[in-house]
């Protein structure tokens, strides 16, 4: 792969990755809510939910669902479904205040594959991501060199920008944590984040292939 080449890669994919979604979204919240090391692997799941779709996208999976409607739209109606419920979790949560530090680790300890979870089916039900990936492999895929080479270039490429960006959202989202969760905040922060995830699900179910 030509030096060129990687880099015009590095260029579309910083945009890519900088742009707040869904993602971004749900790892500053739980940065907020639950404390930056929550975040962290909110942050990791989606990110392994991303790259599982850059696998499929590289080895041409992603044609199946980008071109299937019936598939695409099982992808996308559960993407939508799990942001308005976290939308909706949010919106009808009673919870005046947090208090991160009161908490100390118990919560990273017992609900870390929550944290976990919630990035990956946030990941993972976005079928934009899959046909972006579908449409962008080709324009930098050389067909002389590695196919291999080229993936672990392309998936290590894209796992430090697409992490460096989560975590930063995050730190952002925890620095902020103390004025955005005194007393009577916590209700203002819930709506409007829960209305964000619900607004998000409803884009995602009228978005067509």
Known sequence: ?????WLLYVIAVFVLTASPGPSVLLCMTKAVTAGFNASLYTALGSLIAILGIMTLSFTGLGIVVSSSEFVFNIVKWVGAGYLIYLGYKALTSSTD???????GNEPLNRARWSFFRSGFLVGASNPKAIVFFTALFPQFISPNDSLMMQYLV?????????????VFYAYLGSRSSRWILRKGRAKIFNRLTGST?????ILLSVSER
């Open 97 to 103: 205040s947090y208090d991160i530090k009161a908490k």
């Open 154 to 166: 392309f998936c290590s490429t894209f796992a430090v920008l697409e992490l460096g960006w989560l």
């Open 1 to 5: 792969m030509e030096f060129q080449t």
């Open 197 to 201: 995830f619900i607004g998000a699900g």
